[in-house]
């Protein structure tokens, strides 16, 4: 993608209508560019936390009831920091964007996203066996 080194529409900065602006000179060449190279990989932490239990009761030698229950826990950050590319390969200057981080005039790292959603699970659950008719 291309970062633009200019402020956006209204001096805005960091990812405005579909297109990147620092408000600064990022690379430190002393010109501000309206073009520069740049990756914008995404990035996933997940931490999760589960559990599952039963309990199982023999009746009678025909007859058995299970009960269970699970819970499980995700929380999902989800960022999207631009970094440089390395303009002889093409690839990104770093493994992980977020370690080198373009920075807008305010010093803020420009993402195309950064957002947390949990996902969260209670499951109850219920199992009958039995033999109603001997042969």
Do not use: C
């Amino acid at each position: 993608g291309k970062l633009s080194e200019l402020s956006g529409p209204g001096g805005m900065v960091g990812l405005v209508n579909g297109n990147y602006y620092a408000g600064r000179d990022v690379n430190g060449d002393g010109v501000i560019s309206s073009s520069i190279l740049m990756g914008n990989a995404s990035e996933t932490e997940t931490n999760r936390i589960g559990l599952l239990t039963s309990l199982r009761w023999k009746i009678n030698p025909t007859n058995t009831l299970r009960i269970g229950y699970s819970y499980d826990r995700g929380r999902h950050k989800q960022t999207g920091e631009i970094t440089f590319l390395n303009p002889a390969t093409g690839y990104y200057a770093t493994y992980f964007p977020i370690d080198l981080a373009i920075t807008d005039k305010y010093g803020n790292a420009i993402e195309k996203r950064n957002r947390m959603s949990y996902a969260i699970l209670h499951q109850v659950s219920g199992e009958y066996n039995g033999k109603f008719f001997d042969a």
